[in-house]
């Protein structure tokens, strides 16, 4: 229909219309493709908040931050969001959830394209409404999910589209996680079986390549919190866009 942002707000009356403006304003400045709501950035309004939505906030706004790639992003379900027109073609429609992984899938999507993600702080407003997500349904399908966005979001990242330190990193750390793994269960196995008490030394050939695997795999996830996308794409395909116009004008 010739937008230019698209915004989405969910139809329970815990997204206030008045912060519409703050919320795209990132967007109009060309600072980030999307922005989401943030609830956890105003304490006041946060102690309105129901404990066990914030409880469950910290553990899936964390996964969520290591499946998609989005690592400055918090309450990863608000359903308060903008994205600049330009970005949706380019996503991929069939991995968009239709129901209440659709903000978390959208996040992985962004992931995959390297677009710019960013929060605003926009208080809920919590009346006696119900909510019609089920806990436990949430509990077992979305880390899952999340699971298997993070890892085909590291294969694409890291393995297909380029080969990094990170790449190395988890190589290397899984290696050595492995190794160490193995020579350890298989001497466990061995006292058991025996019960000669394994020595000093090989406790350490065990230990030593597990805790090398760990921080291997540290420095991998530092260097991709480091590498999180900042750039906005859709400024250069827009500047694209006005460039082809120009061309065949």
Request: charged fraction near 20%; proline fraction near 5%; charge should be positive.
């Amino acid at each position: 229909m010739g937008a230019e942002i698209i915004v989405k707000l969910d139809a329970d009356d815990q997204m206030d219309p008045a912060y519409l403006l703050p919320l795209i304003a990132p967007i109009l400045s060309g600072e980030a493709d999307y922005t989401k709501g943030n609830r956890f950035l105003r304490t006041r309004e946060l102690r309105r908040m129901p404990v066990a939505r914030r409880i469950g906030n910290l553990g899936l706004s964390f996964m969520t931050k290591v499946a998609s790639g989005q690592w400055p992003i918090f309450d990863p379900t608000n359903g308060y969001t903008a994205i600049h027109a330009a970005i949706v073609p380019l996503l991929d429609q069939s991995a968009i959830d239709r129901r209440y992984f659709f903000e978390s899938s959208m996040l992985l999507e962004l992931g995959l394209l390297r677009a710019a993600v960013r929060d605003v702080s926009i208080p809920a407003r919590y009346q006696d409404e119900p909510s019609y997500l089920s806990k436990r349904k949430a509990f077992l399908e979305f880390p899952r999910r999340l699971l298997r966005g993070f890892r085909h979001r590291l294969w694409l990242q890291y393995f297909v589209r380029d080969f990094t330190g990170v790449s190395a990193f988890l190589i290397s750390g899984l290696a050595f996680l492995i190794l160490g793994g193995t020579f350890g269960a298989y001497h466990w196995f061995l006292s058991s079986q025996t019960g000669v008490v394994a020595s000093t030394g090989t406790v350490m050939l065990a230990v030593l390549p597990v805790i090398l695997g760990m921080q291997l795999l540290l420095q991998a996830m530092i260097a991709d919190i480091q590498n999180a996308p900042v750039r906005p794409l859709h400024r250069d395909l827009i500047f694209i866009e006005s460039l082809q116009d120009d061309l065949g004008a």
